[in-house]
C-alpha cells in the first residue's frame, strides 16, 4: 500500500498567521481567551480563543456569487499556505505539475459560515441568496485552487476534521486522488457558543484539560489544511519535503448520548487501537488528546489511554488554543506532523493540580521525542471517534 505523506501545512489560529507562528506559540505555552466582541452575545461566558484581528483574512468576500463568512476565508487562508508550502502553487495546470482532476479537498467545520445565518435572523443577512451555512467552506477551497477532484465538506461536530483527514487518506489509498487537501476551519458562532453556556460546559476562566479544577471547555477558532499526497506522486514531482506519514485510522461510534461519551470508553478505545494496528509495529512517542476540559471527556480518555498507551507523554493541544470545534482534529494532526518533523513534544500548558482521575503525562518542559509514532484523537457528539497515527515520514 503506498504510504500518504504529509508534503505541506497551513494554519489561521489564536497563535496567528502561518505554522511558524503556530510552532512558536507552541513553545511558548502561554495563551488566554478573550471576550468576544458581539454585543448579542448576552450569555454567561463570552468567551473564546479568538484569532488576531489583524490576522483575520479581508477576503474571499464571495465566491463565483456565493457570499463567504470568517469560516471559509479562514480555511482559504489555511490551504493557500499549504498550497504554497507543498510546492504546488495556486493551481495545478502548470507544465509537470500536477493533474487538477486528481487533486480533492476535505475540509471540515462544524459551523461554517454561520454568522450569515445569524445575521439573516436579524434582517442583516447578505443581499444574495446565493449563500449557506456550512458547505462552502469546502468549495470555496476547490474553487480558488482549482482543484476539480472530489470535494466533500465533512461536519460530523468536533471529531469532523478527524474523519476529513481519514477520507482523504481513503481517496489516495483507492487511486480515487493523488493529492487531498484536507483539514477544518471554524470560526466564532453566537449559537454555538451560547449552546456551550446553557449546557454548563463553558469553563469561566480557560481550557484546562485533566485539571482538577476544570469546569468545562472553551472554544477556539482557526483552521489547519494538511496537504496529503501519494508517496508515489510525492516522489514523482519532487516534493522537497514531507513532515509525516498519515500511518492509520481508526473510526468508531458508541451511540450512547447525544451529548456524552460511553462512560467505559470501549469504542474509543476500538478506535485507538485499529487505527495502531493498521500504522503496524512501532512505539507511539506521543498523544495529541481530544482532552476538553469537560469533566467526563477527560475522565474516560485518560482511562482508556492508561490501557492502550500507557506512560506515553501528551501534548494538549487544546490548553494552548481552547476546543476549535470540528477543525480540533486538523489542529491535533498538524501539532503531530510538526513534532514528528522537528522531533520535539513542545512543554504543555501548566493547568494547576492534575485530577487524580486522570493520571496522564504531561511534560511541562521541551521534550525530545522517542518513538516514531505520534496519535491524535477526535471525539464528537453523537458518540463519533475517531485515532489517527501519524509516523516519521520516511
Known amino acids: 500500500m503506498d504510504d500518504v505523506l504529509v508534503t505541506g501545512v497551513g494554519a489561521l489560529s489564536p497563535l496567528g498567521t502561518g505554522v511558524d507562528a503556530f510552532w512558536r506559540g507552541m513553545h511558548a505555552a502561554h495563551t488566554a481567551p478573550s471576550r468576544v466582541p458581539d454585543p448579542l452575545a448576552h450569555m454567561d461566558h463570552p468567551r473564546m480563543y479568538l484569532v488576531p484581528e489583524a490576522d483575520v483574512p479581508d477576503g474571499p468576500v464571495e465566491w463565483a456569487g456565493l457570499p463567504l463568512g470568517r469560516g471559509s476565508r479562514f480555511a482559504v487562508e489555511a490551504a493557500r499556505q499549504a498550497a504554497e508550502d507543498a510546492g504546488l502553487g495556486a493551481g495545478f495546470a502548470e507544465p509537470g505539475g500536477v493533474d487538477p482532476r486528481r487533486v480533492a479537498v476535505a475540509i471540515s467545520s462544524g459551523m461554517g459560515d454561520t454568522e450569515l445565518h445569524e445575521a439573516w435572523w436579524q434582517g442583516k443577512g447578505p443581499d444574495s441568496d446565493r449563500w449557506a451555512p456550512v458547505f462552502p467552506v469546502a468549495s470555496v477551497v476547490g474553487g480558488r485552487l482549482g482543484a476539480r477532484g472530489p470535494n466533500t465538506c465533512v461536519s460530523n461536530a468536533c471529531s469532523a476534521s478527524g474523519y476529513a483527514l481519514s477520507v482523504a487518506a481513503d481517496l489516495i489509498r483507492s487511486g480515487e486522488a493523488d493529492v487531498v487537501f484536507a483539514g477544518g476551519a471554524e470560526a466564532y458562532s453566537r449559537v454555538a457558543l451560547a449552546c456551550f453556556n446553557r449546557l454548563g460546559a463553558i469553563d469561566p476562566e ?95 480518555e485518560s482511562r ?61 518542559g521541551p521534550t525530545p521525542l522517542t518513538g516514531g509514532y505520534g496519535m491524535v484523537n477526535a471525539y464528537a457528539f453523537g458518540g463519533n471517534n475517531i485515532s489517527l497515527v501519524f509516523a516519521e515520514a520516511p
Not at 477558532?221 to 508515489?232: D, Q, T
Not at 510538526?338 to 513534544?345: A, C, G
Open 206 to 300: 480557560r481550557c484546562r484539560p485533566f485539571s482538577a479544577d476544570r469546569r468545562g471547555t472553551v472554544f477556539g477558532e482557526g483552521a489547519a489544511v494538511l496537504v496529503l499526497e501519494s508517496g508515489a506522486h510525492a516522489r514523482a514531482r519532487g516534493a522537497e519535503r514531507a513532515y509525516a506519514r498519515l500511518a492509520g485510522t481508526g473510526w468508531s461510534c458508541d451511540a450512547h448520548h447525544a451529548t456524552a461519551p460511553e462512560p467505559g470508553g470501549g469504542q474509543i478505545e476500538r478506535a485507538m487501537r485499529e487505527a495502531l494496528r493498521e500504522a503496524g509495529e512501532g512505539e507511539v512517542g506521543f498523544v495529541v488528546p481530544h482532552g476538553t476540559g469537560t469533566d467526563l471527556n477527560d475522565v474516560v
Open 304 to 364: 482508556v489511554l492508561a490501557t492502550v498507551a500507557p506512560h506515553t507523554p501528551l501534548y494538549s493541544l487544546k490548553a494552548l488554543i481552547g476546543h476549535t470545534g470540528g477543525a480540533a482534529g486538523a489542529f491535533a494532526a498538524l501539532s503531530a506532523a510538526l513534532m514528528l518533523d522537528r522531533r520535539t513534544l513542545p512543554p504543555n500548558v501548566p493547568i494547576g493540580t492534575p485530577d487524580p482521575e486522570c493520571a496522564v503525562p504531561l511534560p511541562s
